[in-house]
């Protein structure tokens, strides 16, 4: 997901004008199509033009698709956001266009995009549910499984719920400290 | 071309379209009036109410929607509540669009500078004169761009009604295809764009709205 959204955002903010449309149009449609419909897309869709995936990898791949989709915007939101005058020294230090990227944008524009790209971060970890609809063995998918066999789905359901929300506050607490660690560093 | 793909696109556009439309609609609804209750609760600053608000929504935005919608749907019936398949989705999508929403109302009450509600009470207004006349009409502008992003979340999200059994989208497509499953590829293409024609002006508008109050 970081890696389509960093390479996407490069794209995105780069000068060349058909590396910019193909990544706006990337972004643009996966972001506004909804991640449960992709997720069916790479499972039913694609076997029929000959690619049969495992239900686990194409849940992964639609996913990291529609977050991708997601990081790309708001990277370059967070490139844009970096100084002009941070890439004019770069320039003005001899950098080649990849070095500044690497060296001087990249890591301004990511910490600036920190908070946005945890909440995706967290929106990937609630989204991978949406994988039980095409079978993959994972907590919800679990549930069901068990629902199928005892009927009991109200204290299920809570306890899935409860298992996703304990997850979400972890995550949510490492990257509060995350963001705090690098806060120290100033702009 | 398969030639029972126009047919099936038929029946997917002329039943599918309006319940997703329904569902997405009602829970939009149910969004913007949960939010905007909730977020005004939380400008009240007093500890109980506050402490209740922010549990429901940090529980709500906490737990997958999918798990909260099986939980209406099939766990409910457990407690005595039953609900058919469509109040089902739209309980389930518009609770947790008004936890969003409360959020969204939150953030923009609380970015109207303090010295407008300070004006206000100088004046002789009440809190809730002050709120209604002065506070919210400048918060809601800013809440307008946020809450499209929002209503963007949740036609994509209404796809999930699909897995309890509501005749949308994506719904019609999985009947469409029992008995043919090279349709598959054509239907899911078609609501993918049926998707994307919803929201990318939704996205558009409110990506121009955000620059424009910037």
């Known amino acids: 997901m970081l890696l389509v959204g960093i390479v996407g955002a490069a794209m995105r903010t780069s000068k060349s004008a058909p590396a910019r449309g193909f990544a706006t149009a990337f972004a643009e449609f996966f972001r506004n199509t909804p991640p449960l419909v992709h997720i069916f897309f790479a499972y039913f869709a694609l076997p029929v033009v000959g690619i049969k995936l495992p239900a686990f990898v194409a849940g992964t791949l639609a996913l990291v698709f529609y977050q991708g989709a997601i990081a790309i915007e708001i990277l370059r939101a967070g490139i844009e956001a970096v100084p002009k005058g941070q890439f004019e020294a770069a320039s003005a230090l001899g950098l080649s266009g990849f070095e500044q990227f690497r060296s001087i944008v990249m890591p301004q524009a990511f910490r600036i995009s920190l908070p946005a790209l945890g909440n995706n971060l967290i929106s990937l970890l609630k989204n991978t549910s949406l994988i039980s609809a095409i079978g993959a063995i994972e907590i919800t998918g679990v549930a069901n499984d068990i629902i199928a066999i005892r009927l009991t789905s109200a204290e299920l359901y809570l306890t899935i719920g409860g298992f996703y929300l304990v997850l979400v506050f972890i995550l949510s607490g490492i990257l509060r400290s995350t963001e705090a660690r690098l806060a120290r560093y100033g702009t | ?214």
């Open chain 2, 1 to 214: 071309m398969n030639p029972a793909y126009f047919p099936a696109l038929r029946d997917v556009l002329v039943h599918g379209l309006p319940v997703t439309i329904e569902v997405s609609f009602a829970s939009m609804l149910i969004a913007v009036a949960g939010g905007l209750v909730l977020g005004v609760v939380r400008a009240l600053r007093n500890p109980a109410l506050d402490a209740i608000v922010i549990a429901y929504v940090e529980v709500l935005r906490g737990i997958p929607l999918l798990v909260l919608m099986f939980f209406v749907f099939f766990g409910l019936p457990q407690l005595g509540l039953h609900f058919p398949e469509i109040p089902s989705a739209i309980i389930a999508l518009g609770l947790w669009g008004a936890a969003n929403g409360t959020e969204i109302v939150r953030g923009a009450i609380f970015s109207i500078a303090s010295g407008q509600s300070e004006a206000g009470a100088a004046l002789g207004l009440g809190w809730l004169q002050v709120m209604t006349t002065i506070v919210l009409p400048q918060a809601l502008r800013r809440m307008i761009p946020p809450f499209m992003s929002l209503f963007v979340s949740i036609v994509e999200s209404s796809s999930l009604a699909a897995l309890i059994g509501v005749r949308d989208l994506l719904e019609i497509v999985r009947i469409k295809v029992e008995n043919d499953a090279t349709l598959w590829l054509p239907l899911l293409i078609s609501i993918l764009f049926i998707y994307f024609l919803i929201n990318y002006p939704i996205s558009i508008a409110s990506q121009r709205l955000e620059k424009r109050l910037t």
